[in-house]
């Protein structure tokens, strides 16, 4: 089992900046991924950010250039580092986990969810 921290959200103006952590503790296996998902009211929940233990980051188009994603992996953290936010940022960020194995994520963790509300 792994269980994941999420802290840093809050409420910010357009053009502002907030950083989110995340803390995985419990069944950490060497290879795995840490990022982040949001969703917004009404909207499919969606990835925002990724990055495996090797290193491979992938963002969503919309965040390119603008968000950065960074981990530490003796800790076991992840944050990500959101600029310039749009009001279209606004929703509710989740920290994301999966152990793998070959290759492949065996099982997903989710962090309980943290407000991001971005005012124009």
């Known amino acids: 089992q792994v269980q994941l921290e999420e802290s840093g959200g809050g409420s910010v103006q357009a053009g502002g900046s907030l950083t989110l952590s995340c803390a995985a503790s419990g069944s950490i296996f060497s290879s795995n991924v840490m990022g982040w998902y949001r969703q917004a009211p009404g909207k499919e929940r969606e990835s925002v950010a990724q990055?495996?233990?090797?290193?491979?980051?992938t963002y969503a188009d919309s965040v390119k250039g603008r968000f950065t994603i960074s981990r530490d992996k003796i800790k076991n953290t992840v944050d990500i580092q959101m600029s310039s936010l749009r009001p279209e940022d606004t929703a509710v960020y989740y920290c994301y986990y999966c152990n793998r194995l070959g290759g492949r994520c065996i099982k997903d963790y989710w962090g309980q969810g943290t407000q991001v509300i971005v005012s124009s």
């Open positions: 990055l495996t233990s090797i290193g491979s980051a």
